[in-house]
């Protein structure tokens, strides 16, 4: 019985993790496993097909390439998206579908998401040549509707893996349409599922996008909430292959490139990344370090418009980066599987806490330090009994509020704790003393000369 395509239905990559019960697990391992008892010709060369199609899969989301479908392997195909392989040479649909007038109508049976919708289309307007005019009844090039598990397309959702939502290309009848699960909860912030986001994933689809390999993508096959879904310089070449430019295209406004040297340089988030210090502003970074003579700004691409906080945690090699109520673990350049996370069960943390405003890890404790507006939390297994606590009780002379917090030297709050108030300057403070030792500028980490 031919496997390859169990391994393509299969393979989804999910808005979510969800968890696979022990027989679903089982069959996992069934469905990807080569028959090394098999010796014909037919078995041989789809046997041979099965561990490319693995050692394809686990390049793309930066596994170990092994060609076996190990624990790591399986846990990414475990998770549901929209369905639509991940594996392709570029991020265009197999045979190139395309619409062959550029003038698309689109219909949509709930006005409460008009907005968020709108928002999907005029994305990829704003991208290409392509233009949208929503029908409110009759066949539209792009039928947009939610369903329920059994919606009569065959493809149902309220599965184990089932996705948030499936899309099918461009093409007559059903091509194009959209299915949207209307048992999942949809928002329009970053809880739970964010419908704009989702859409502007989906309709990339149903307009002939394949999925990226660039996380930074909008097409990247990960549910990754940042706030505005953009468009990536990858996405718009793409859509832009399939239909051309814009005529009139809308530039997304972009947070000017930090100066290193500025007198009013502040940061959203400073972390040591195996003994370098990083520092974090908008969609920038700098790095500064023994192996750099200059400090140049580089691009985040992994994480959208910026992050909120970020820490090391050395012991494990890996970086935890925060934005909104989620957050992301690092280790070398791979993003790790399974994240984002939420804050609020993975550290306790209240719902009535959106963001968190700084953290610093203290790896001879093994304690974690969050600030979240006026109040601070500690935490190692759990959060500590009797937080959080207000800054100004721990911490006093450094302000109500922290915008940055981070290490530099063997402790991270034992003397060598550097917080980053909202005037332009750093504060040393000794945790044992409740002192502050030293006030600078925060670009006096940049050797820059005084004016």
Not at 198 to 223: C, K, N, Q, T, W
Request: glycine letters at 8%.
């Amino acid at each position: 019985m031919p496997r390859l395509p169990l391994l393509l239905l299969l393979w989804g990559v999910g808005v979510h993790v969800f968890t696979a019960p022990a027989e679903t697990r089982e069959r996992d391992d069934t469905m990807v496993q080569v028959n090394a008892d098999s010796h014909t010709p037919s078995s041989r060369r789809e046997s041979g097909l099965v561990v490319e199609k693995l050692k394809q899969m686990q390049k793309f989301f930066g596994l170990k390439v092994t060609g076996r479908p190990d624990a790591e392997t399986l846990h990414v195909m475990q998770q549901g998206w929209c369905g639509v392989p991940d594996v392709a040479p570029y991020v265009l649909t197999e045979g190139n579908p395309r619409w062959e007038h550029t003038h698309l109508t689109y219909n949509l049976p709930r006005a409460e998401v008009d907005c968020a919708l709108d928002k999907g289309f005029q994305l990829w307007s704003n991208a290409s040549v392509l233009t949208f005019t929503k029908f409110s009844e009759g066949q539209a090039d792009i039928m947009l509707s939610f369903g329920e598990v059994n919606h009569g397309d065959k493809s149902d959702f309220g599965r184990i893996r089932s996705p948030l939502a499936h899309v099918f290309p461009p093409g007559r009848g059903m091509g194009g349409g959209v299915h949207f699960d209307e048992e999942k909860t949809w928002t329009d912030d970053f809880r739970n599922y964010n419908l704009y986001y989702v859409a502007a994933y989906e309709l990339g689809h149903s307009l002939g996008l394949l999925h990226s390999d660039d996380i930074g993508s909008l097409m990247f096959p990960r549910y990754i909430y940042y706030g505005d879904a953009l468009p990536s310089p990858k996405d718009i070449d793409a859509i832009q292959a399939i239909y051309g430019p814009s005529k009139n295209p809308i530039q997304p406004k972009e947070p000017p490139i930090p100066r290193a040297c500025d007198s009013k340089l502040t940061f959203d988030a400073v972390t040591k990344i195996r003994g370098e210090s990083f520092f974090f502003k908008n969609m920038f970074f700098l790095c500064t370090g023994v192996f750099y003579e200059t400090v140049d700004p580089d691009v985040i691409s992994d994480l959208g418009n910026g992050v909120d906080a970020a820490y090391e945690v050395a012991r494990r090699d890996e970086v935890l980066f925060f934005k909104g109520g989620k957050y992301w673990a690092i280790k070398g350049h791979r993003a790790l599987y399974g994240y984002p996370r939420d804050i609020y069960s993975s550290f306790g943390f209240p719902q009535r806490v959106k963001k968190i405003d700084a953290a610093v890890h203290e790896e001879e404790t093994g304690m974690t330090y969050f600030f979240v507006a006026s109040e601070h939390w500690r935490q190692r297994q759990s959060m500590d009994v009797g937080f959080p606590k207000e800054i100004t009780q721990d911490f006093p002379g450094i302000g109500k509020k922290v915008d940055v917090v981070f290490q530099d030297g063997a402790n991270c709050l034992c003397g060598n704790g550097y917080f980053f108030s909202r005037v332009h300057v750093q504060y040393k403070f000794d945790p044992k003393t409740k002192q502050i030792l030293t006030v600078l500028k925060t670009n006096s980490w940049f050797h820059c000369r005084s004016k």
